[in-house]
């Protein structure tokens, strides 16, 4: 039979379509084992597979949830969508990923187009930008999604209240900078991302935090840069020739670190020998460098998976901070000497 409907199911087992319906949304109906054994096994002989747009405009929202990320080739986001997907599809959700290019217009046109689909839930993989335009608008998709009951989570500080699964940003750099200065360093750089990106702004709060604890000056160890290999490449090879005297550097992410490395071989530099260096994320190729990267390990994946189980719970005010710790490879110094 071609596109077997309910109707056609009910007929088949002898039962009722509103009986049909009960069995098939798992609903808290009692039905007789022997029913729900005739509608499941007409299912089956018939093919059928319920009309999820029929069901949709029934309802007030979809069994959708909307990924919006800024860059899906960066392995960082790559692993957030492989939490967030395998865990929507465990609890029946169809994830729709949404890739801005790190364009600010193409983000808020998939809001509106998730908005148009009554998505259940938009998770944002990236942190927010400090700056009034941007505010505003996020500020306005979450009334609107608020009102309605739909969810909105964010993976990364937004500058607004709204519920959140991340780990916290300041405390991830005073790790790495604290990591270092235990270490003996004290002329310590730092690669930072661009700078209204809330992330890097808090990142680099740490670190000054960190050097002003210890009494050292640190502006001119500061560059910025876009959060891509390329990115810390060329930032790291400005960052050494203005500063001659540097012996670590913390980088703002691996993708960064990973070209500074390369910059830093470049110069001459022996890693760690002459210049250690550290980072935030433990992606994958992290371990594949060389040397292999030390880094603060971030739960991409457990944080997808928990962004998920936040919008299928139904939660509405959600503060969720995950636990970081460094995984110590072989690109700093543990040499102990003050440098």
């Known amino acids: 039979m071609d596109n077997p409907s309910i109707v056609d199911v009910a007929k088949r087992a002898g039962v009722s379509i509103t009986t049909v319906s009960r069995i098939i949304n798992n609903t808290s109906y009692p039905v007789a084992a022997k029913t729900r054994e005739k509608v499941l096994k007409a299912i089956e002989e018939l093919h059928y597979s319920p009309n999820k747009i029929a069901q ?169 840069c876009d959060f891509s290999r390329k990115g810390g490449y060329e930032a790291c090879n400005l960052l050494l020739s203005k500063v001659q005297d540097l012996t670590a550097i913390c980088c703002v992410n691996d993708n960064i670190a990973i070209g500074a490395i390369s910059a830093i071989k470049e110069h001459g530099y022996k890693i760690p020998e002459d210049i250690s260096i550290i980072s935030i994320g433990n992606i994958t190729e992290a371990k594949y460098t060389d040397p292999p990267l030390t880094t603060l390990s971030i739960p991409h994946y457990e944080m997808g998976q928990l962004a998920i189980d936040v919008i299928a719970e139904g939660k509405t005010d959600v503060r969720i901070i995950l636990n970081t710790r460094i995984i110590e490879r072989k690109s700093v110094d543990f040499s102990q000497k003050t440098r």
């Open 56 to 224: 949709r405009l029934k309802k007030s929202t979809s069994d959708i949830v909307g990924l919006i990320v800024r860059d899906v080739c960066d392995p960082y986001f790559a692993e957030i969508a492989r939490g967030v997907t395998d865990r929507a599809s465990q609890v029946g959700y169809l994830c729709f990923l949404c890739n801005t290019g790190r364009n600010l217009e193409n983000e808020f046109r998939y809001h509106d187009l998730l908005w148009q689909h009554r998505v259940k839930g938009i998770i944002l993989a990236g942190g927010g930008l400090d700056q009034p335009d941007y505010k505003q608008i996020l500020q306005k998709q979450l009334e609107r999604h608020e009102k309605y009951g739909l969810k909105i989570i964010a993976l990364a500080p937004q500058g607004l209240e709204m519920p959140y699964v991340m780990i916290n940003d300041y405390e991830a750099g005073k790790k790495i900078t604290e990591y270092l200065i235990e270490r003996g360093h004290r002329k310590i750089g730092f690669i930072g991302g661009p700078e209204k990106v809330f992330t890097s702004k808090e990142r680099l709060k740490s670190y000054k935090d960190a050097m002003d604890a210890i009494g050292m000056k640190c502006e001119e160890y500061i560059i910025h």
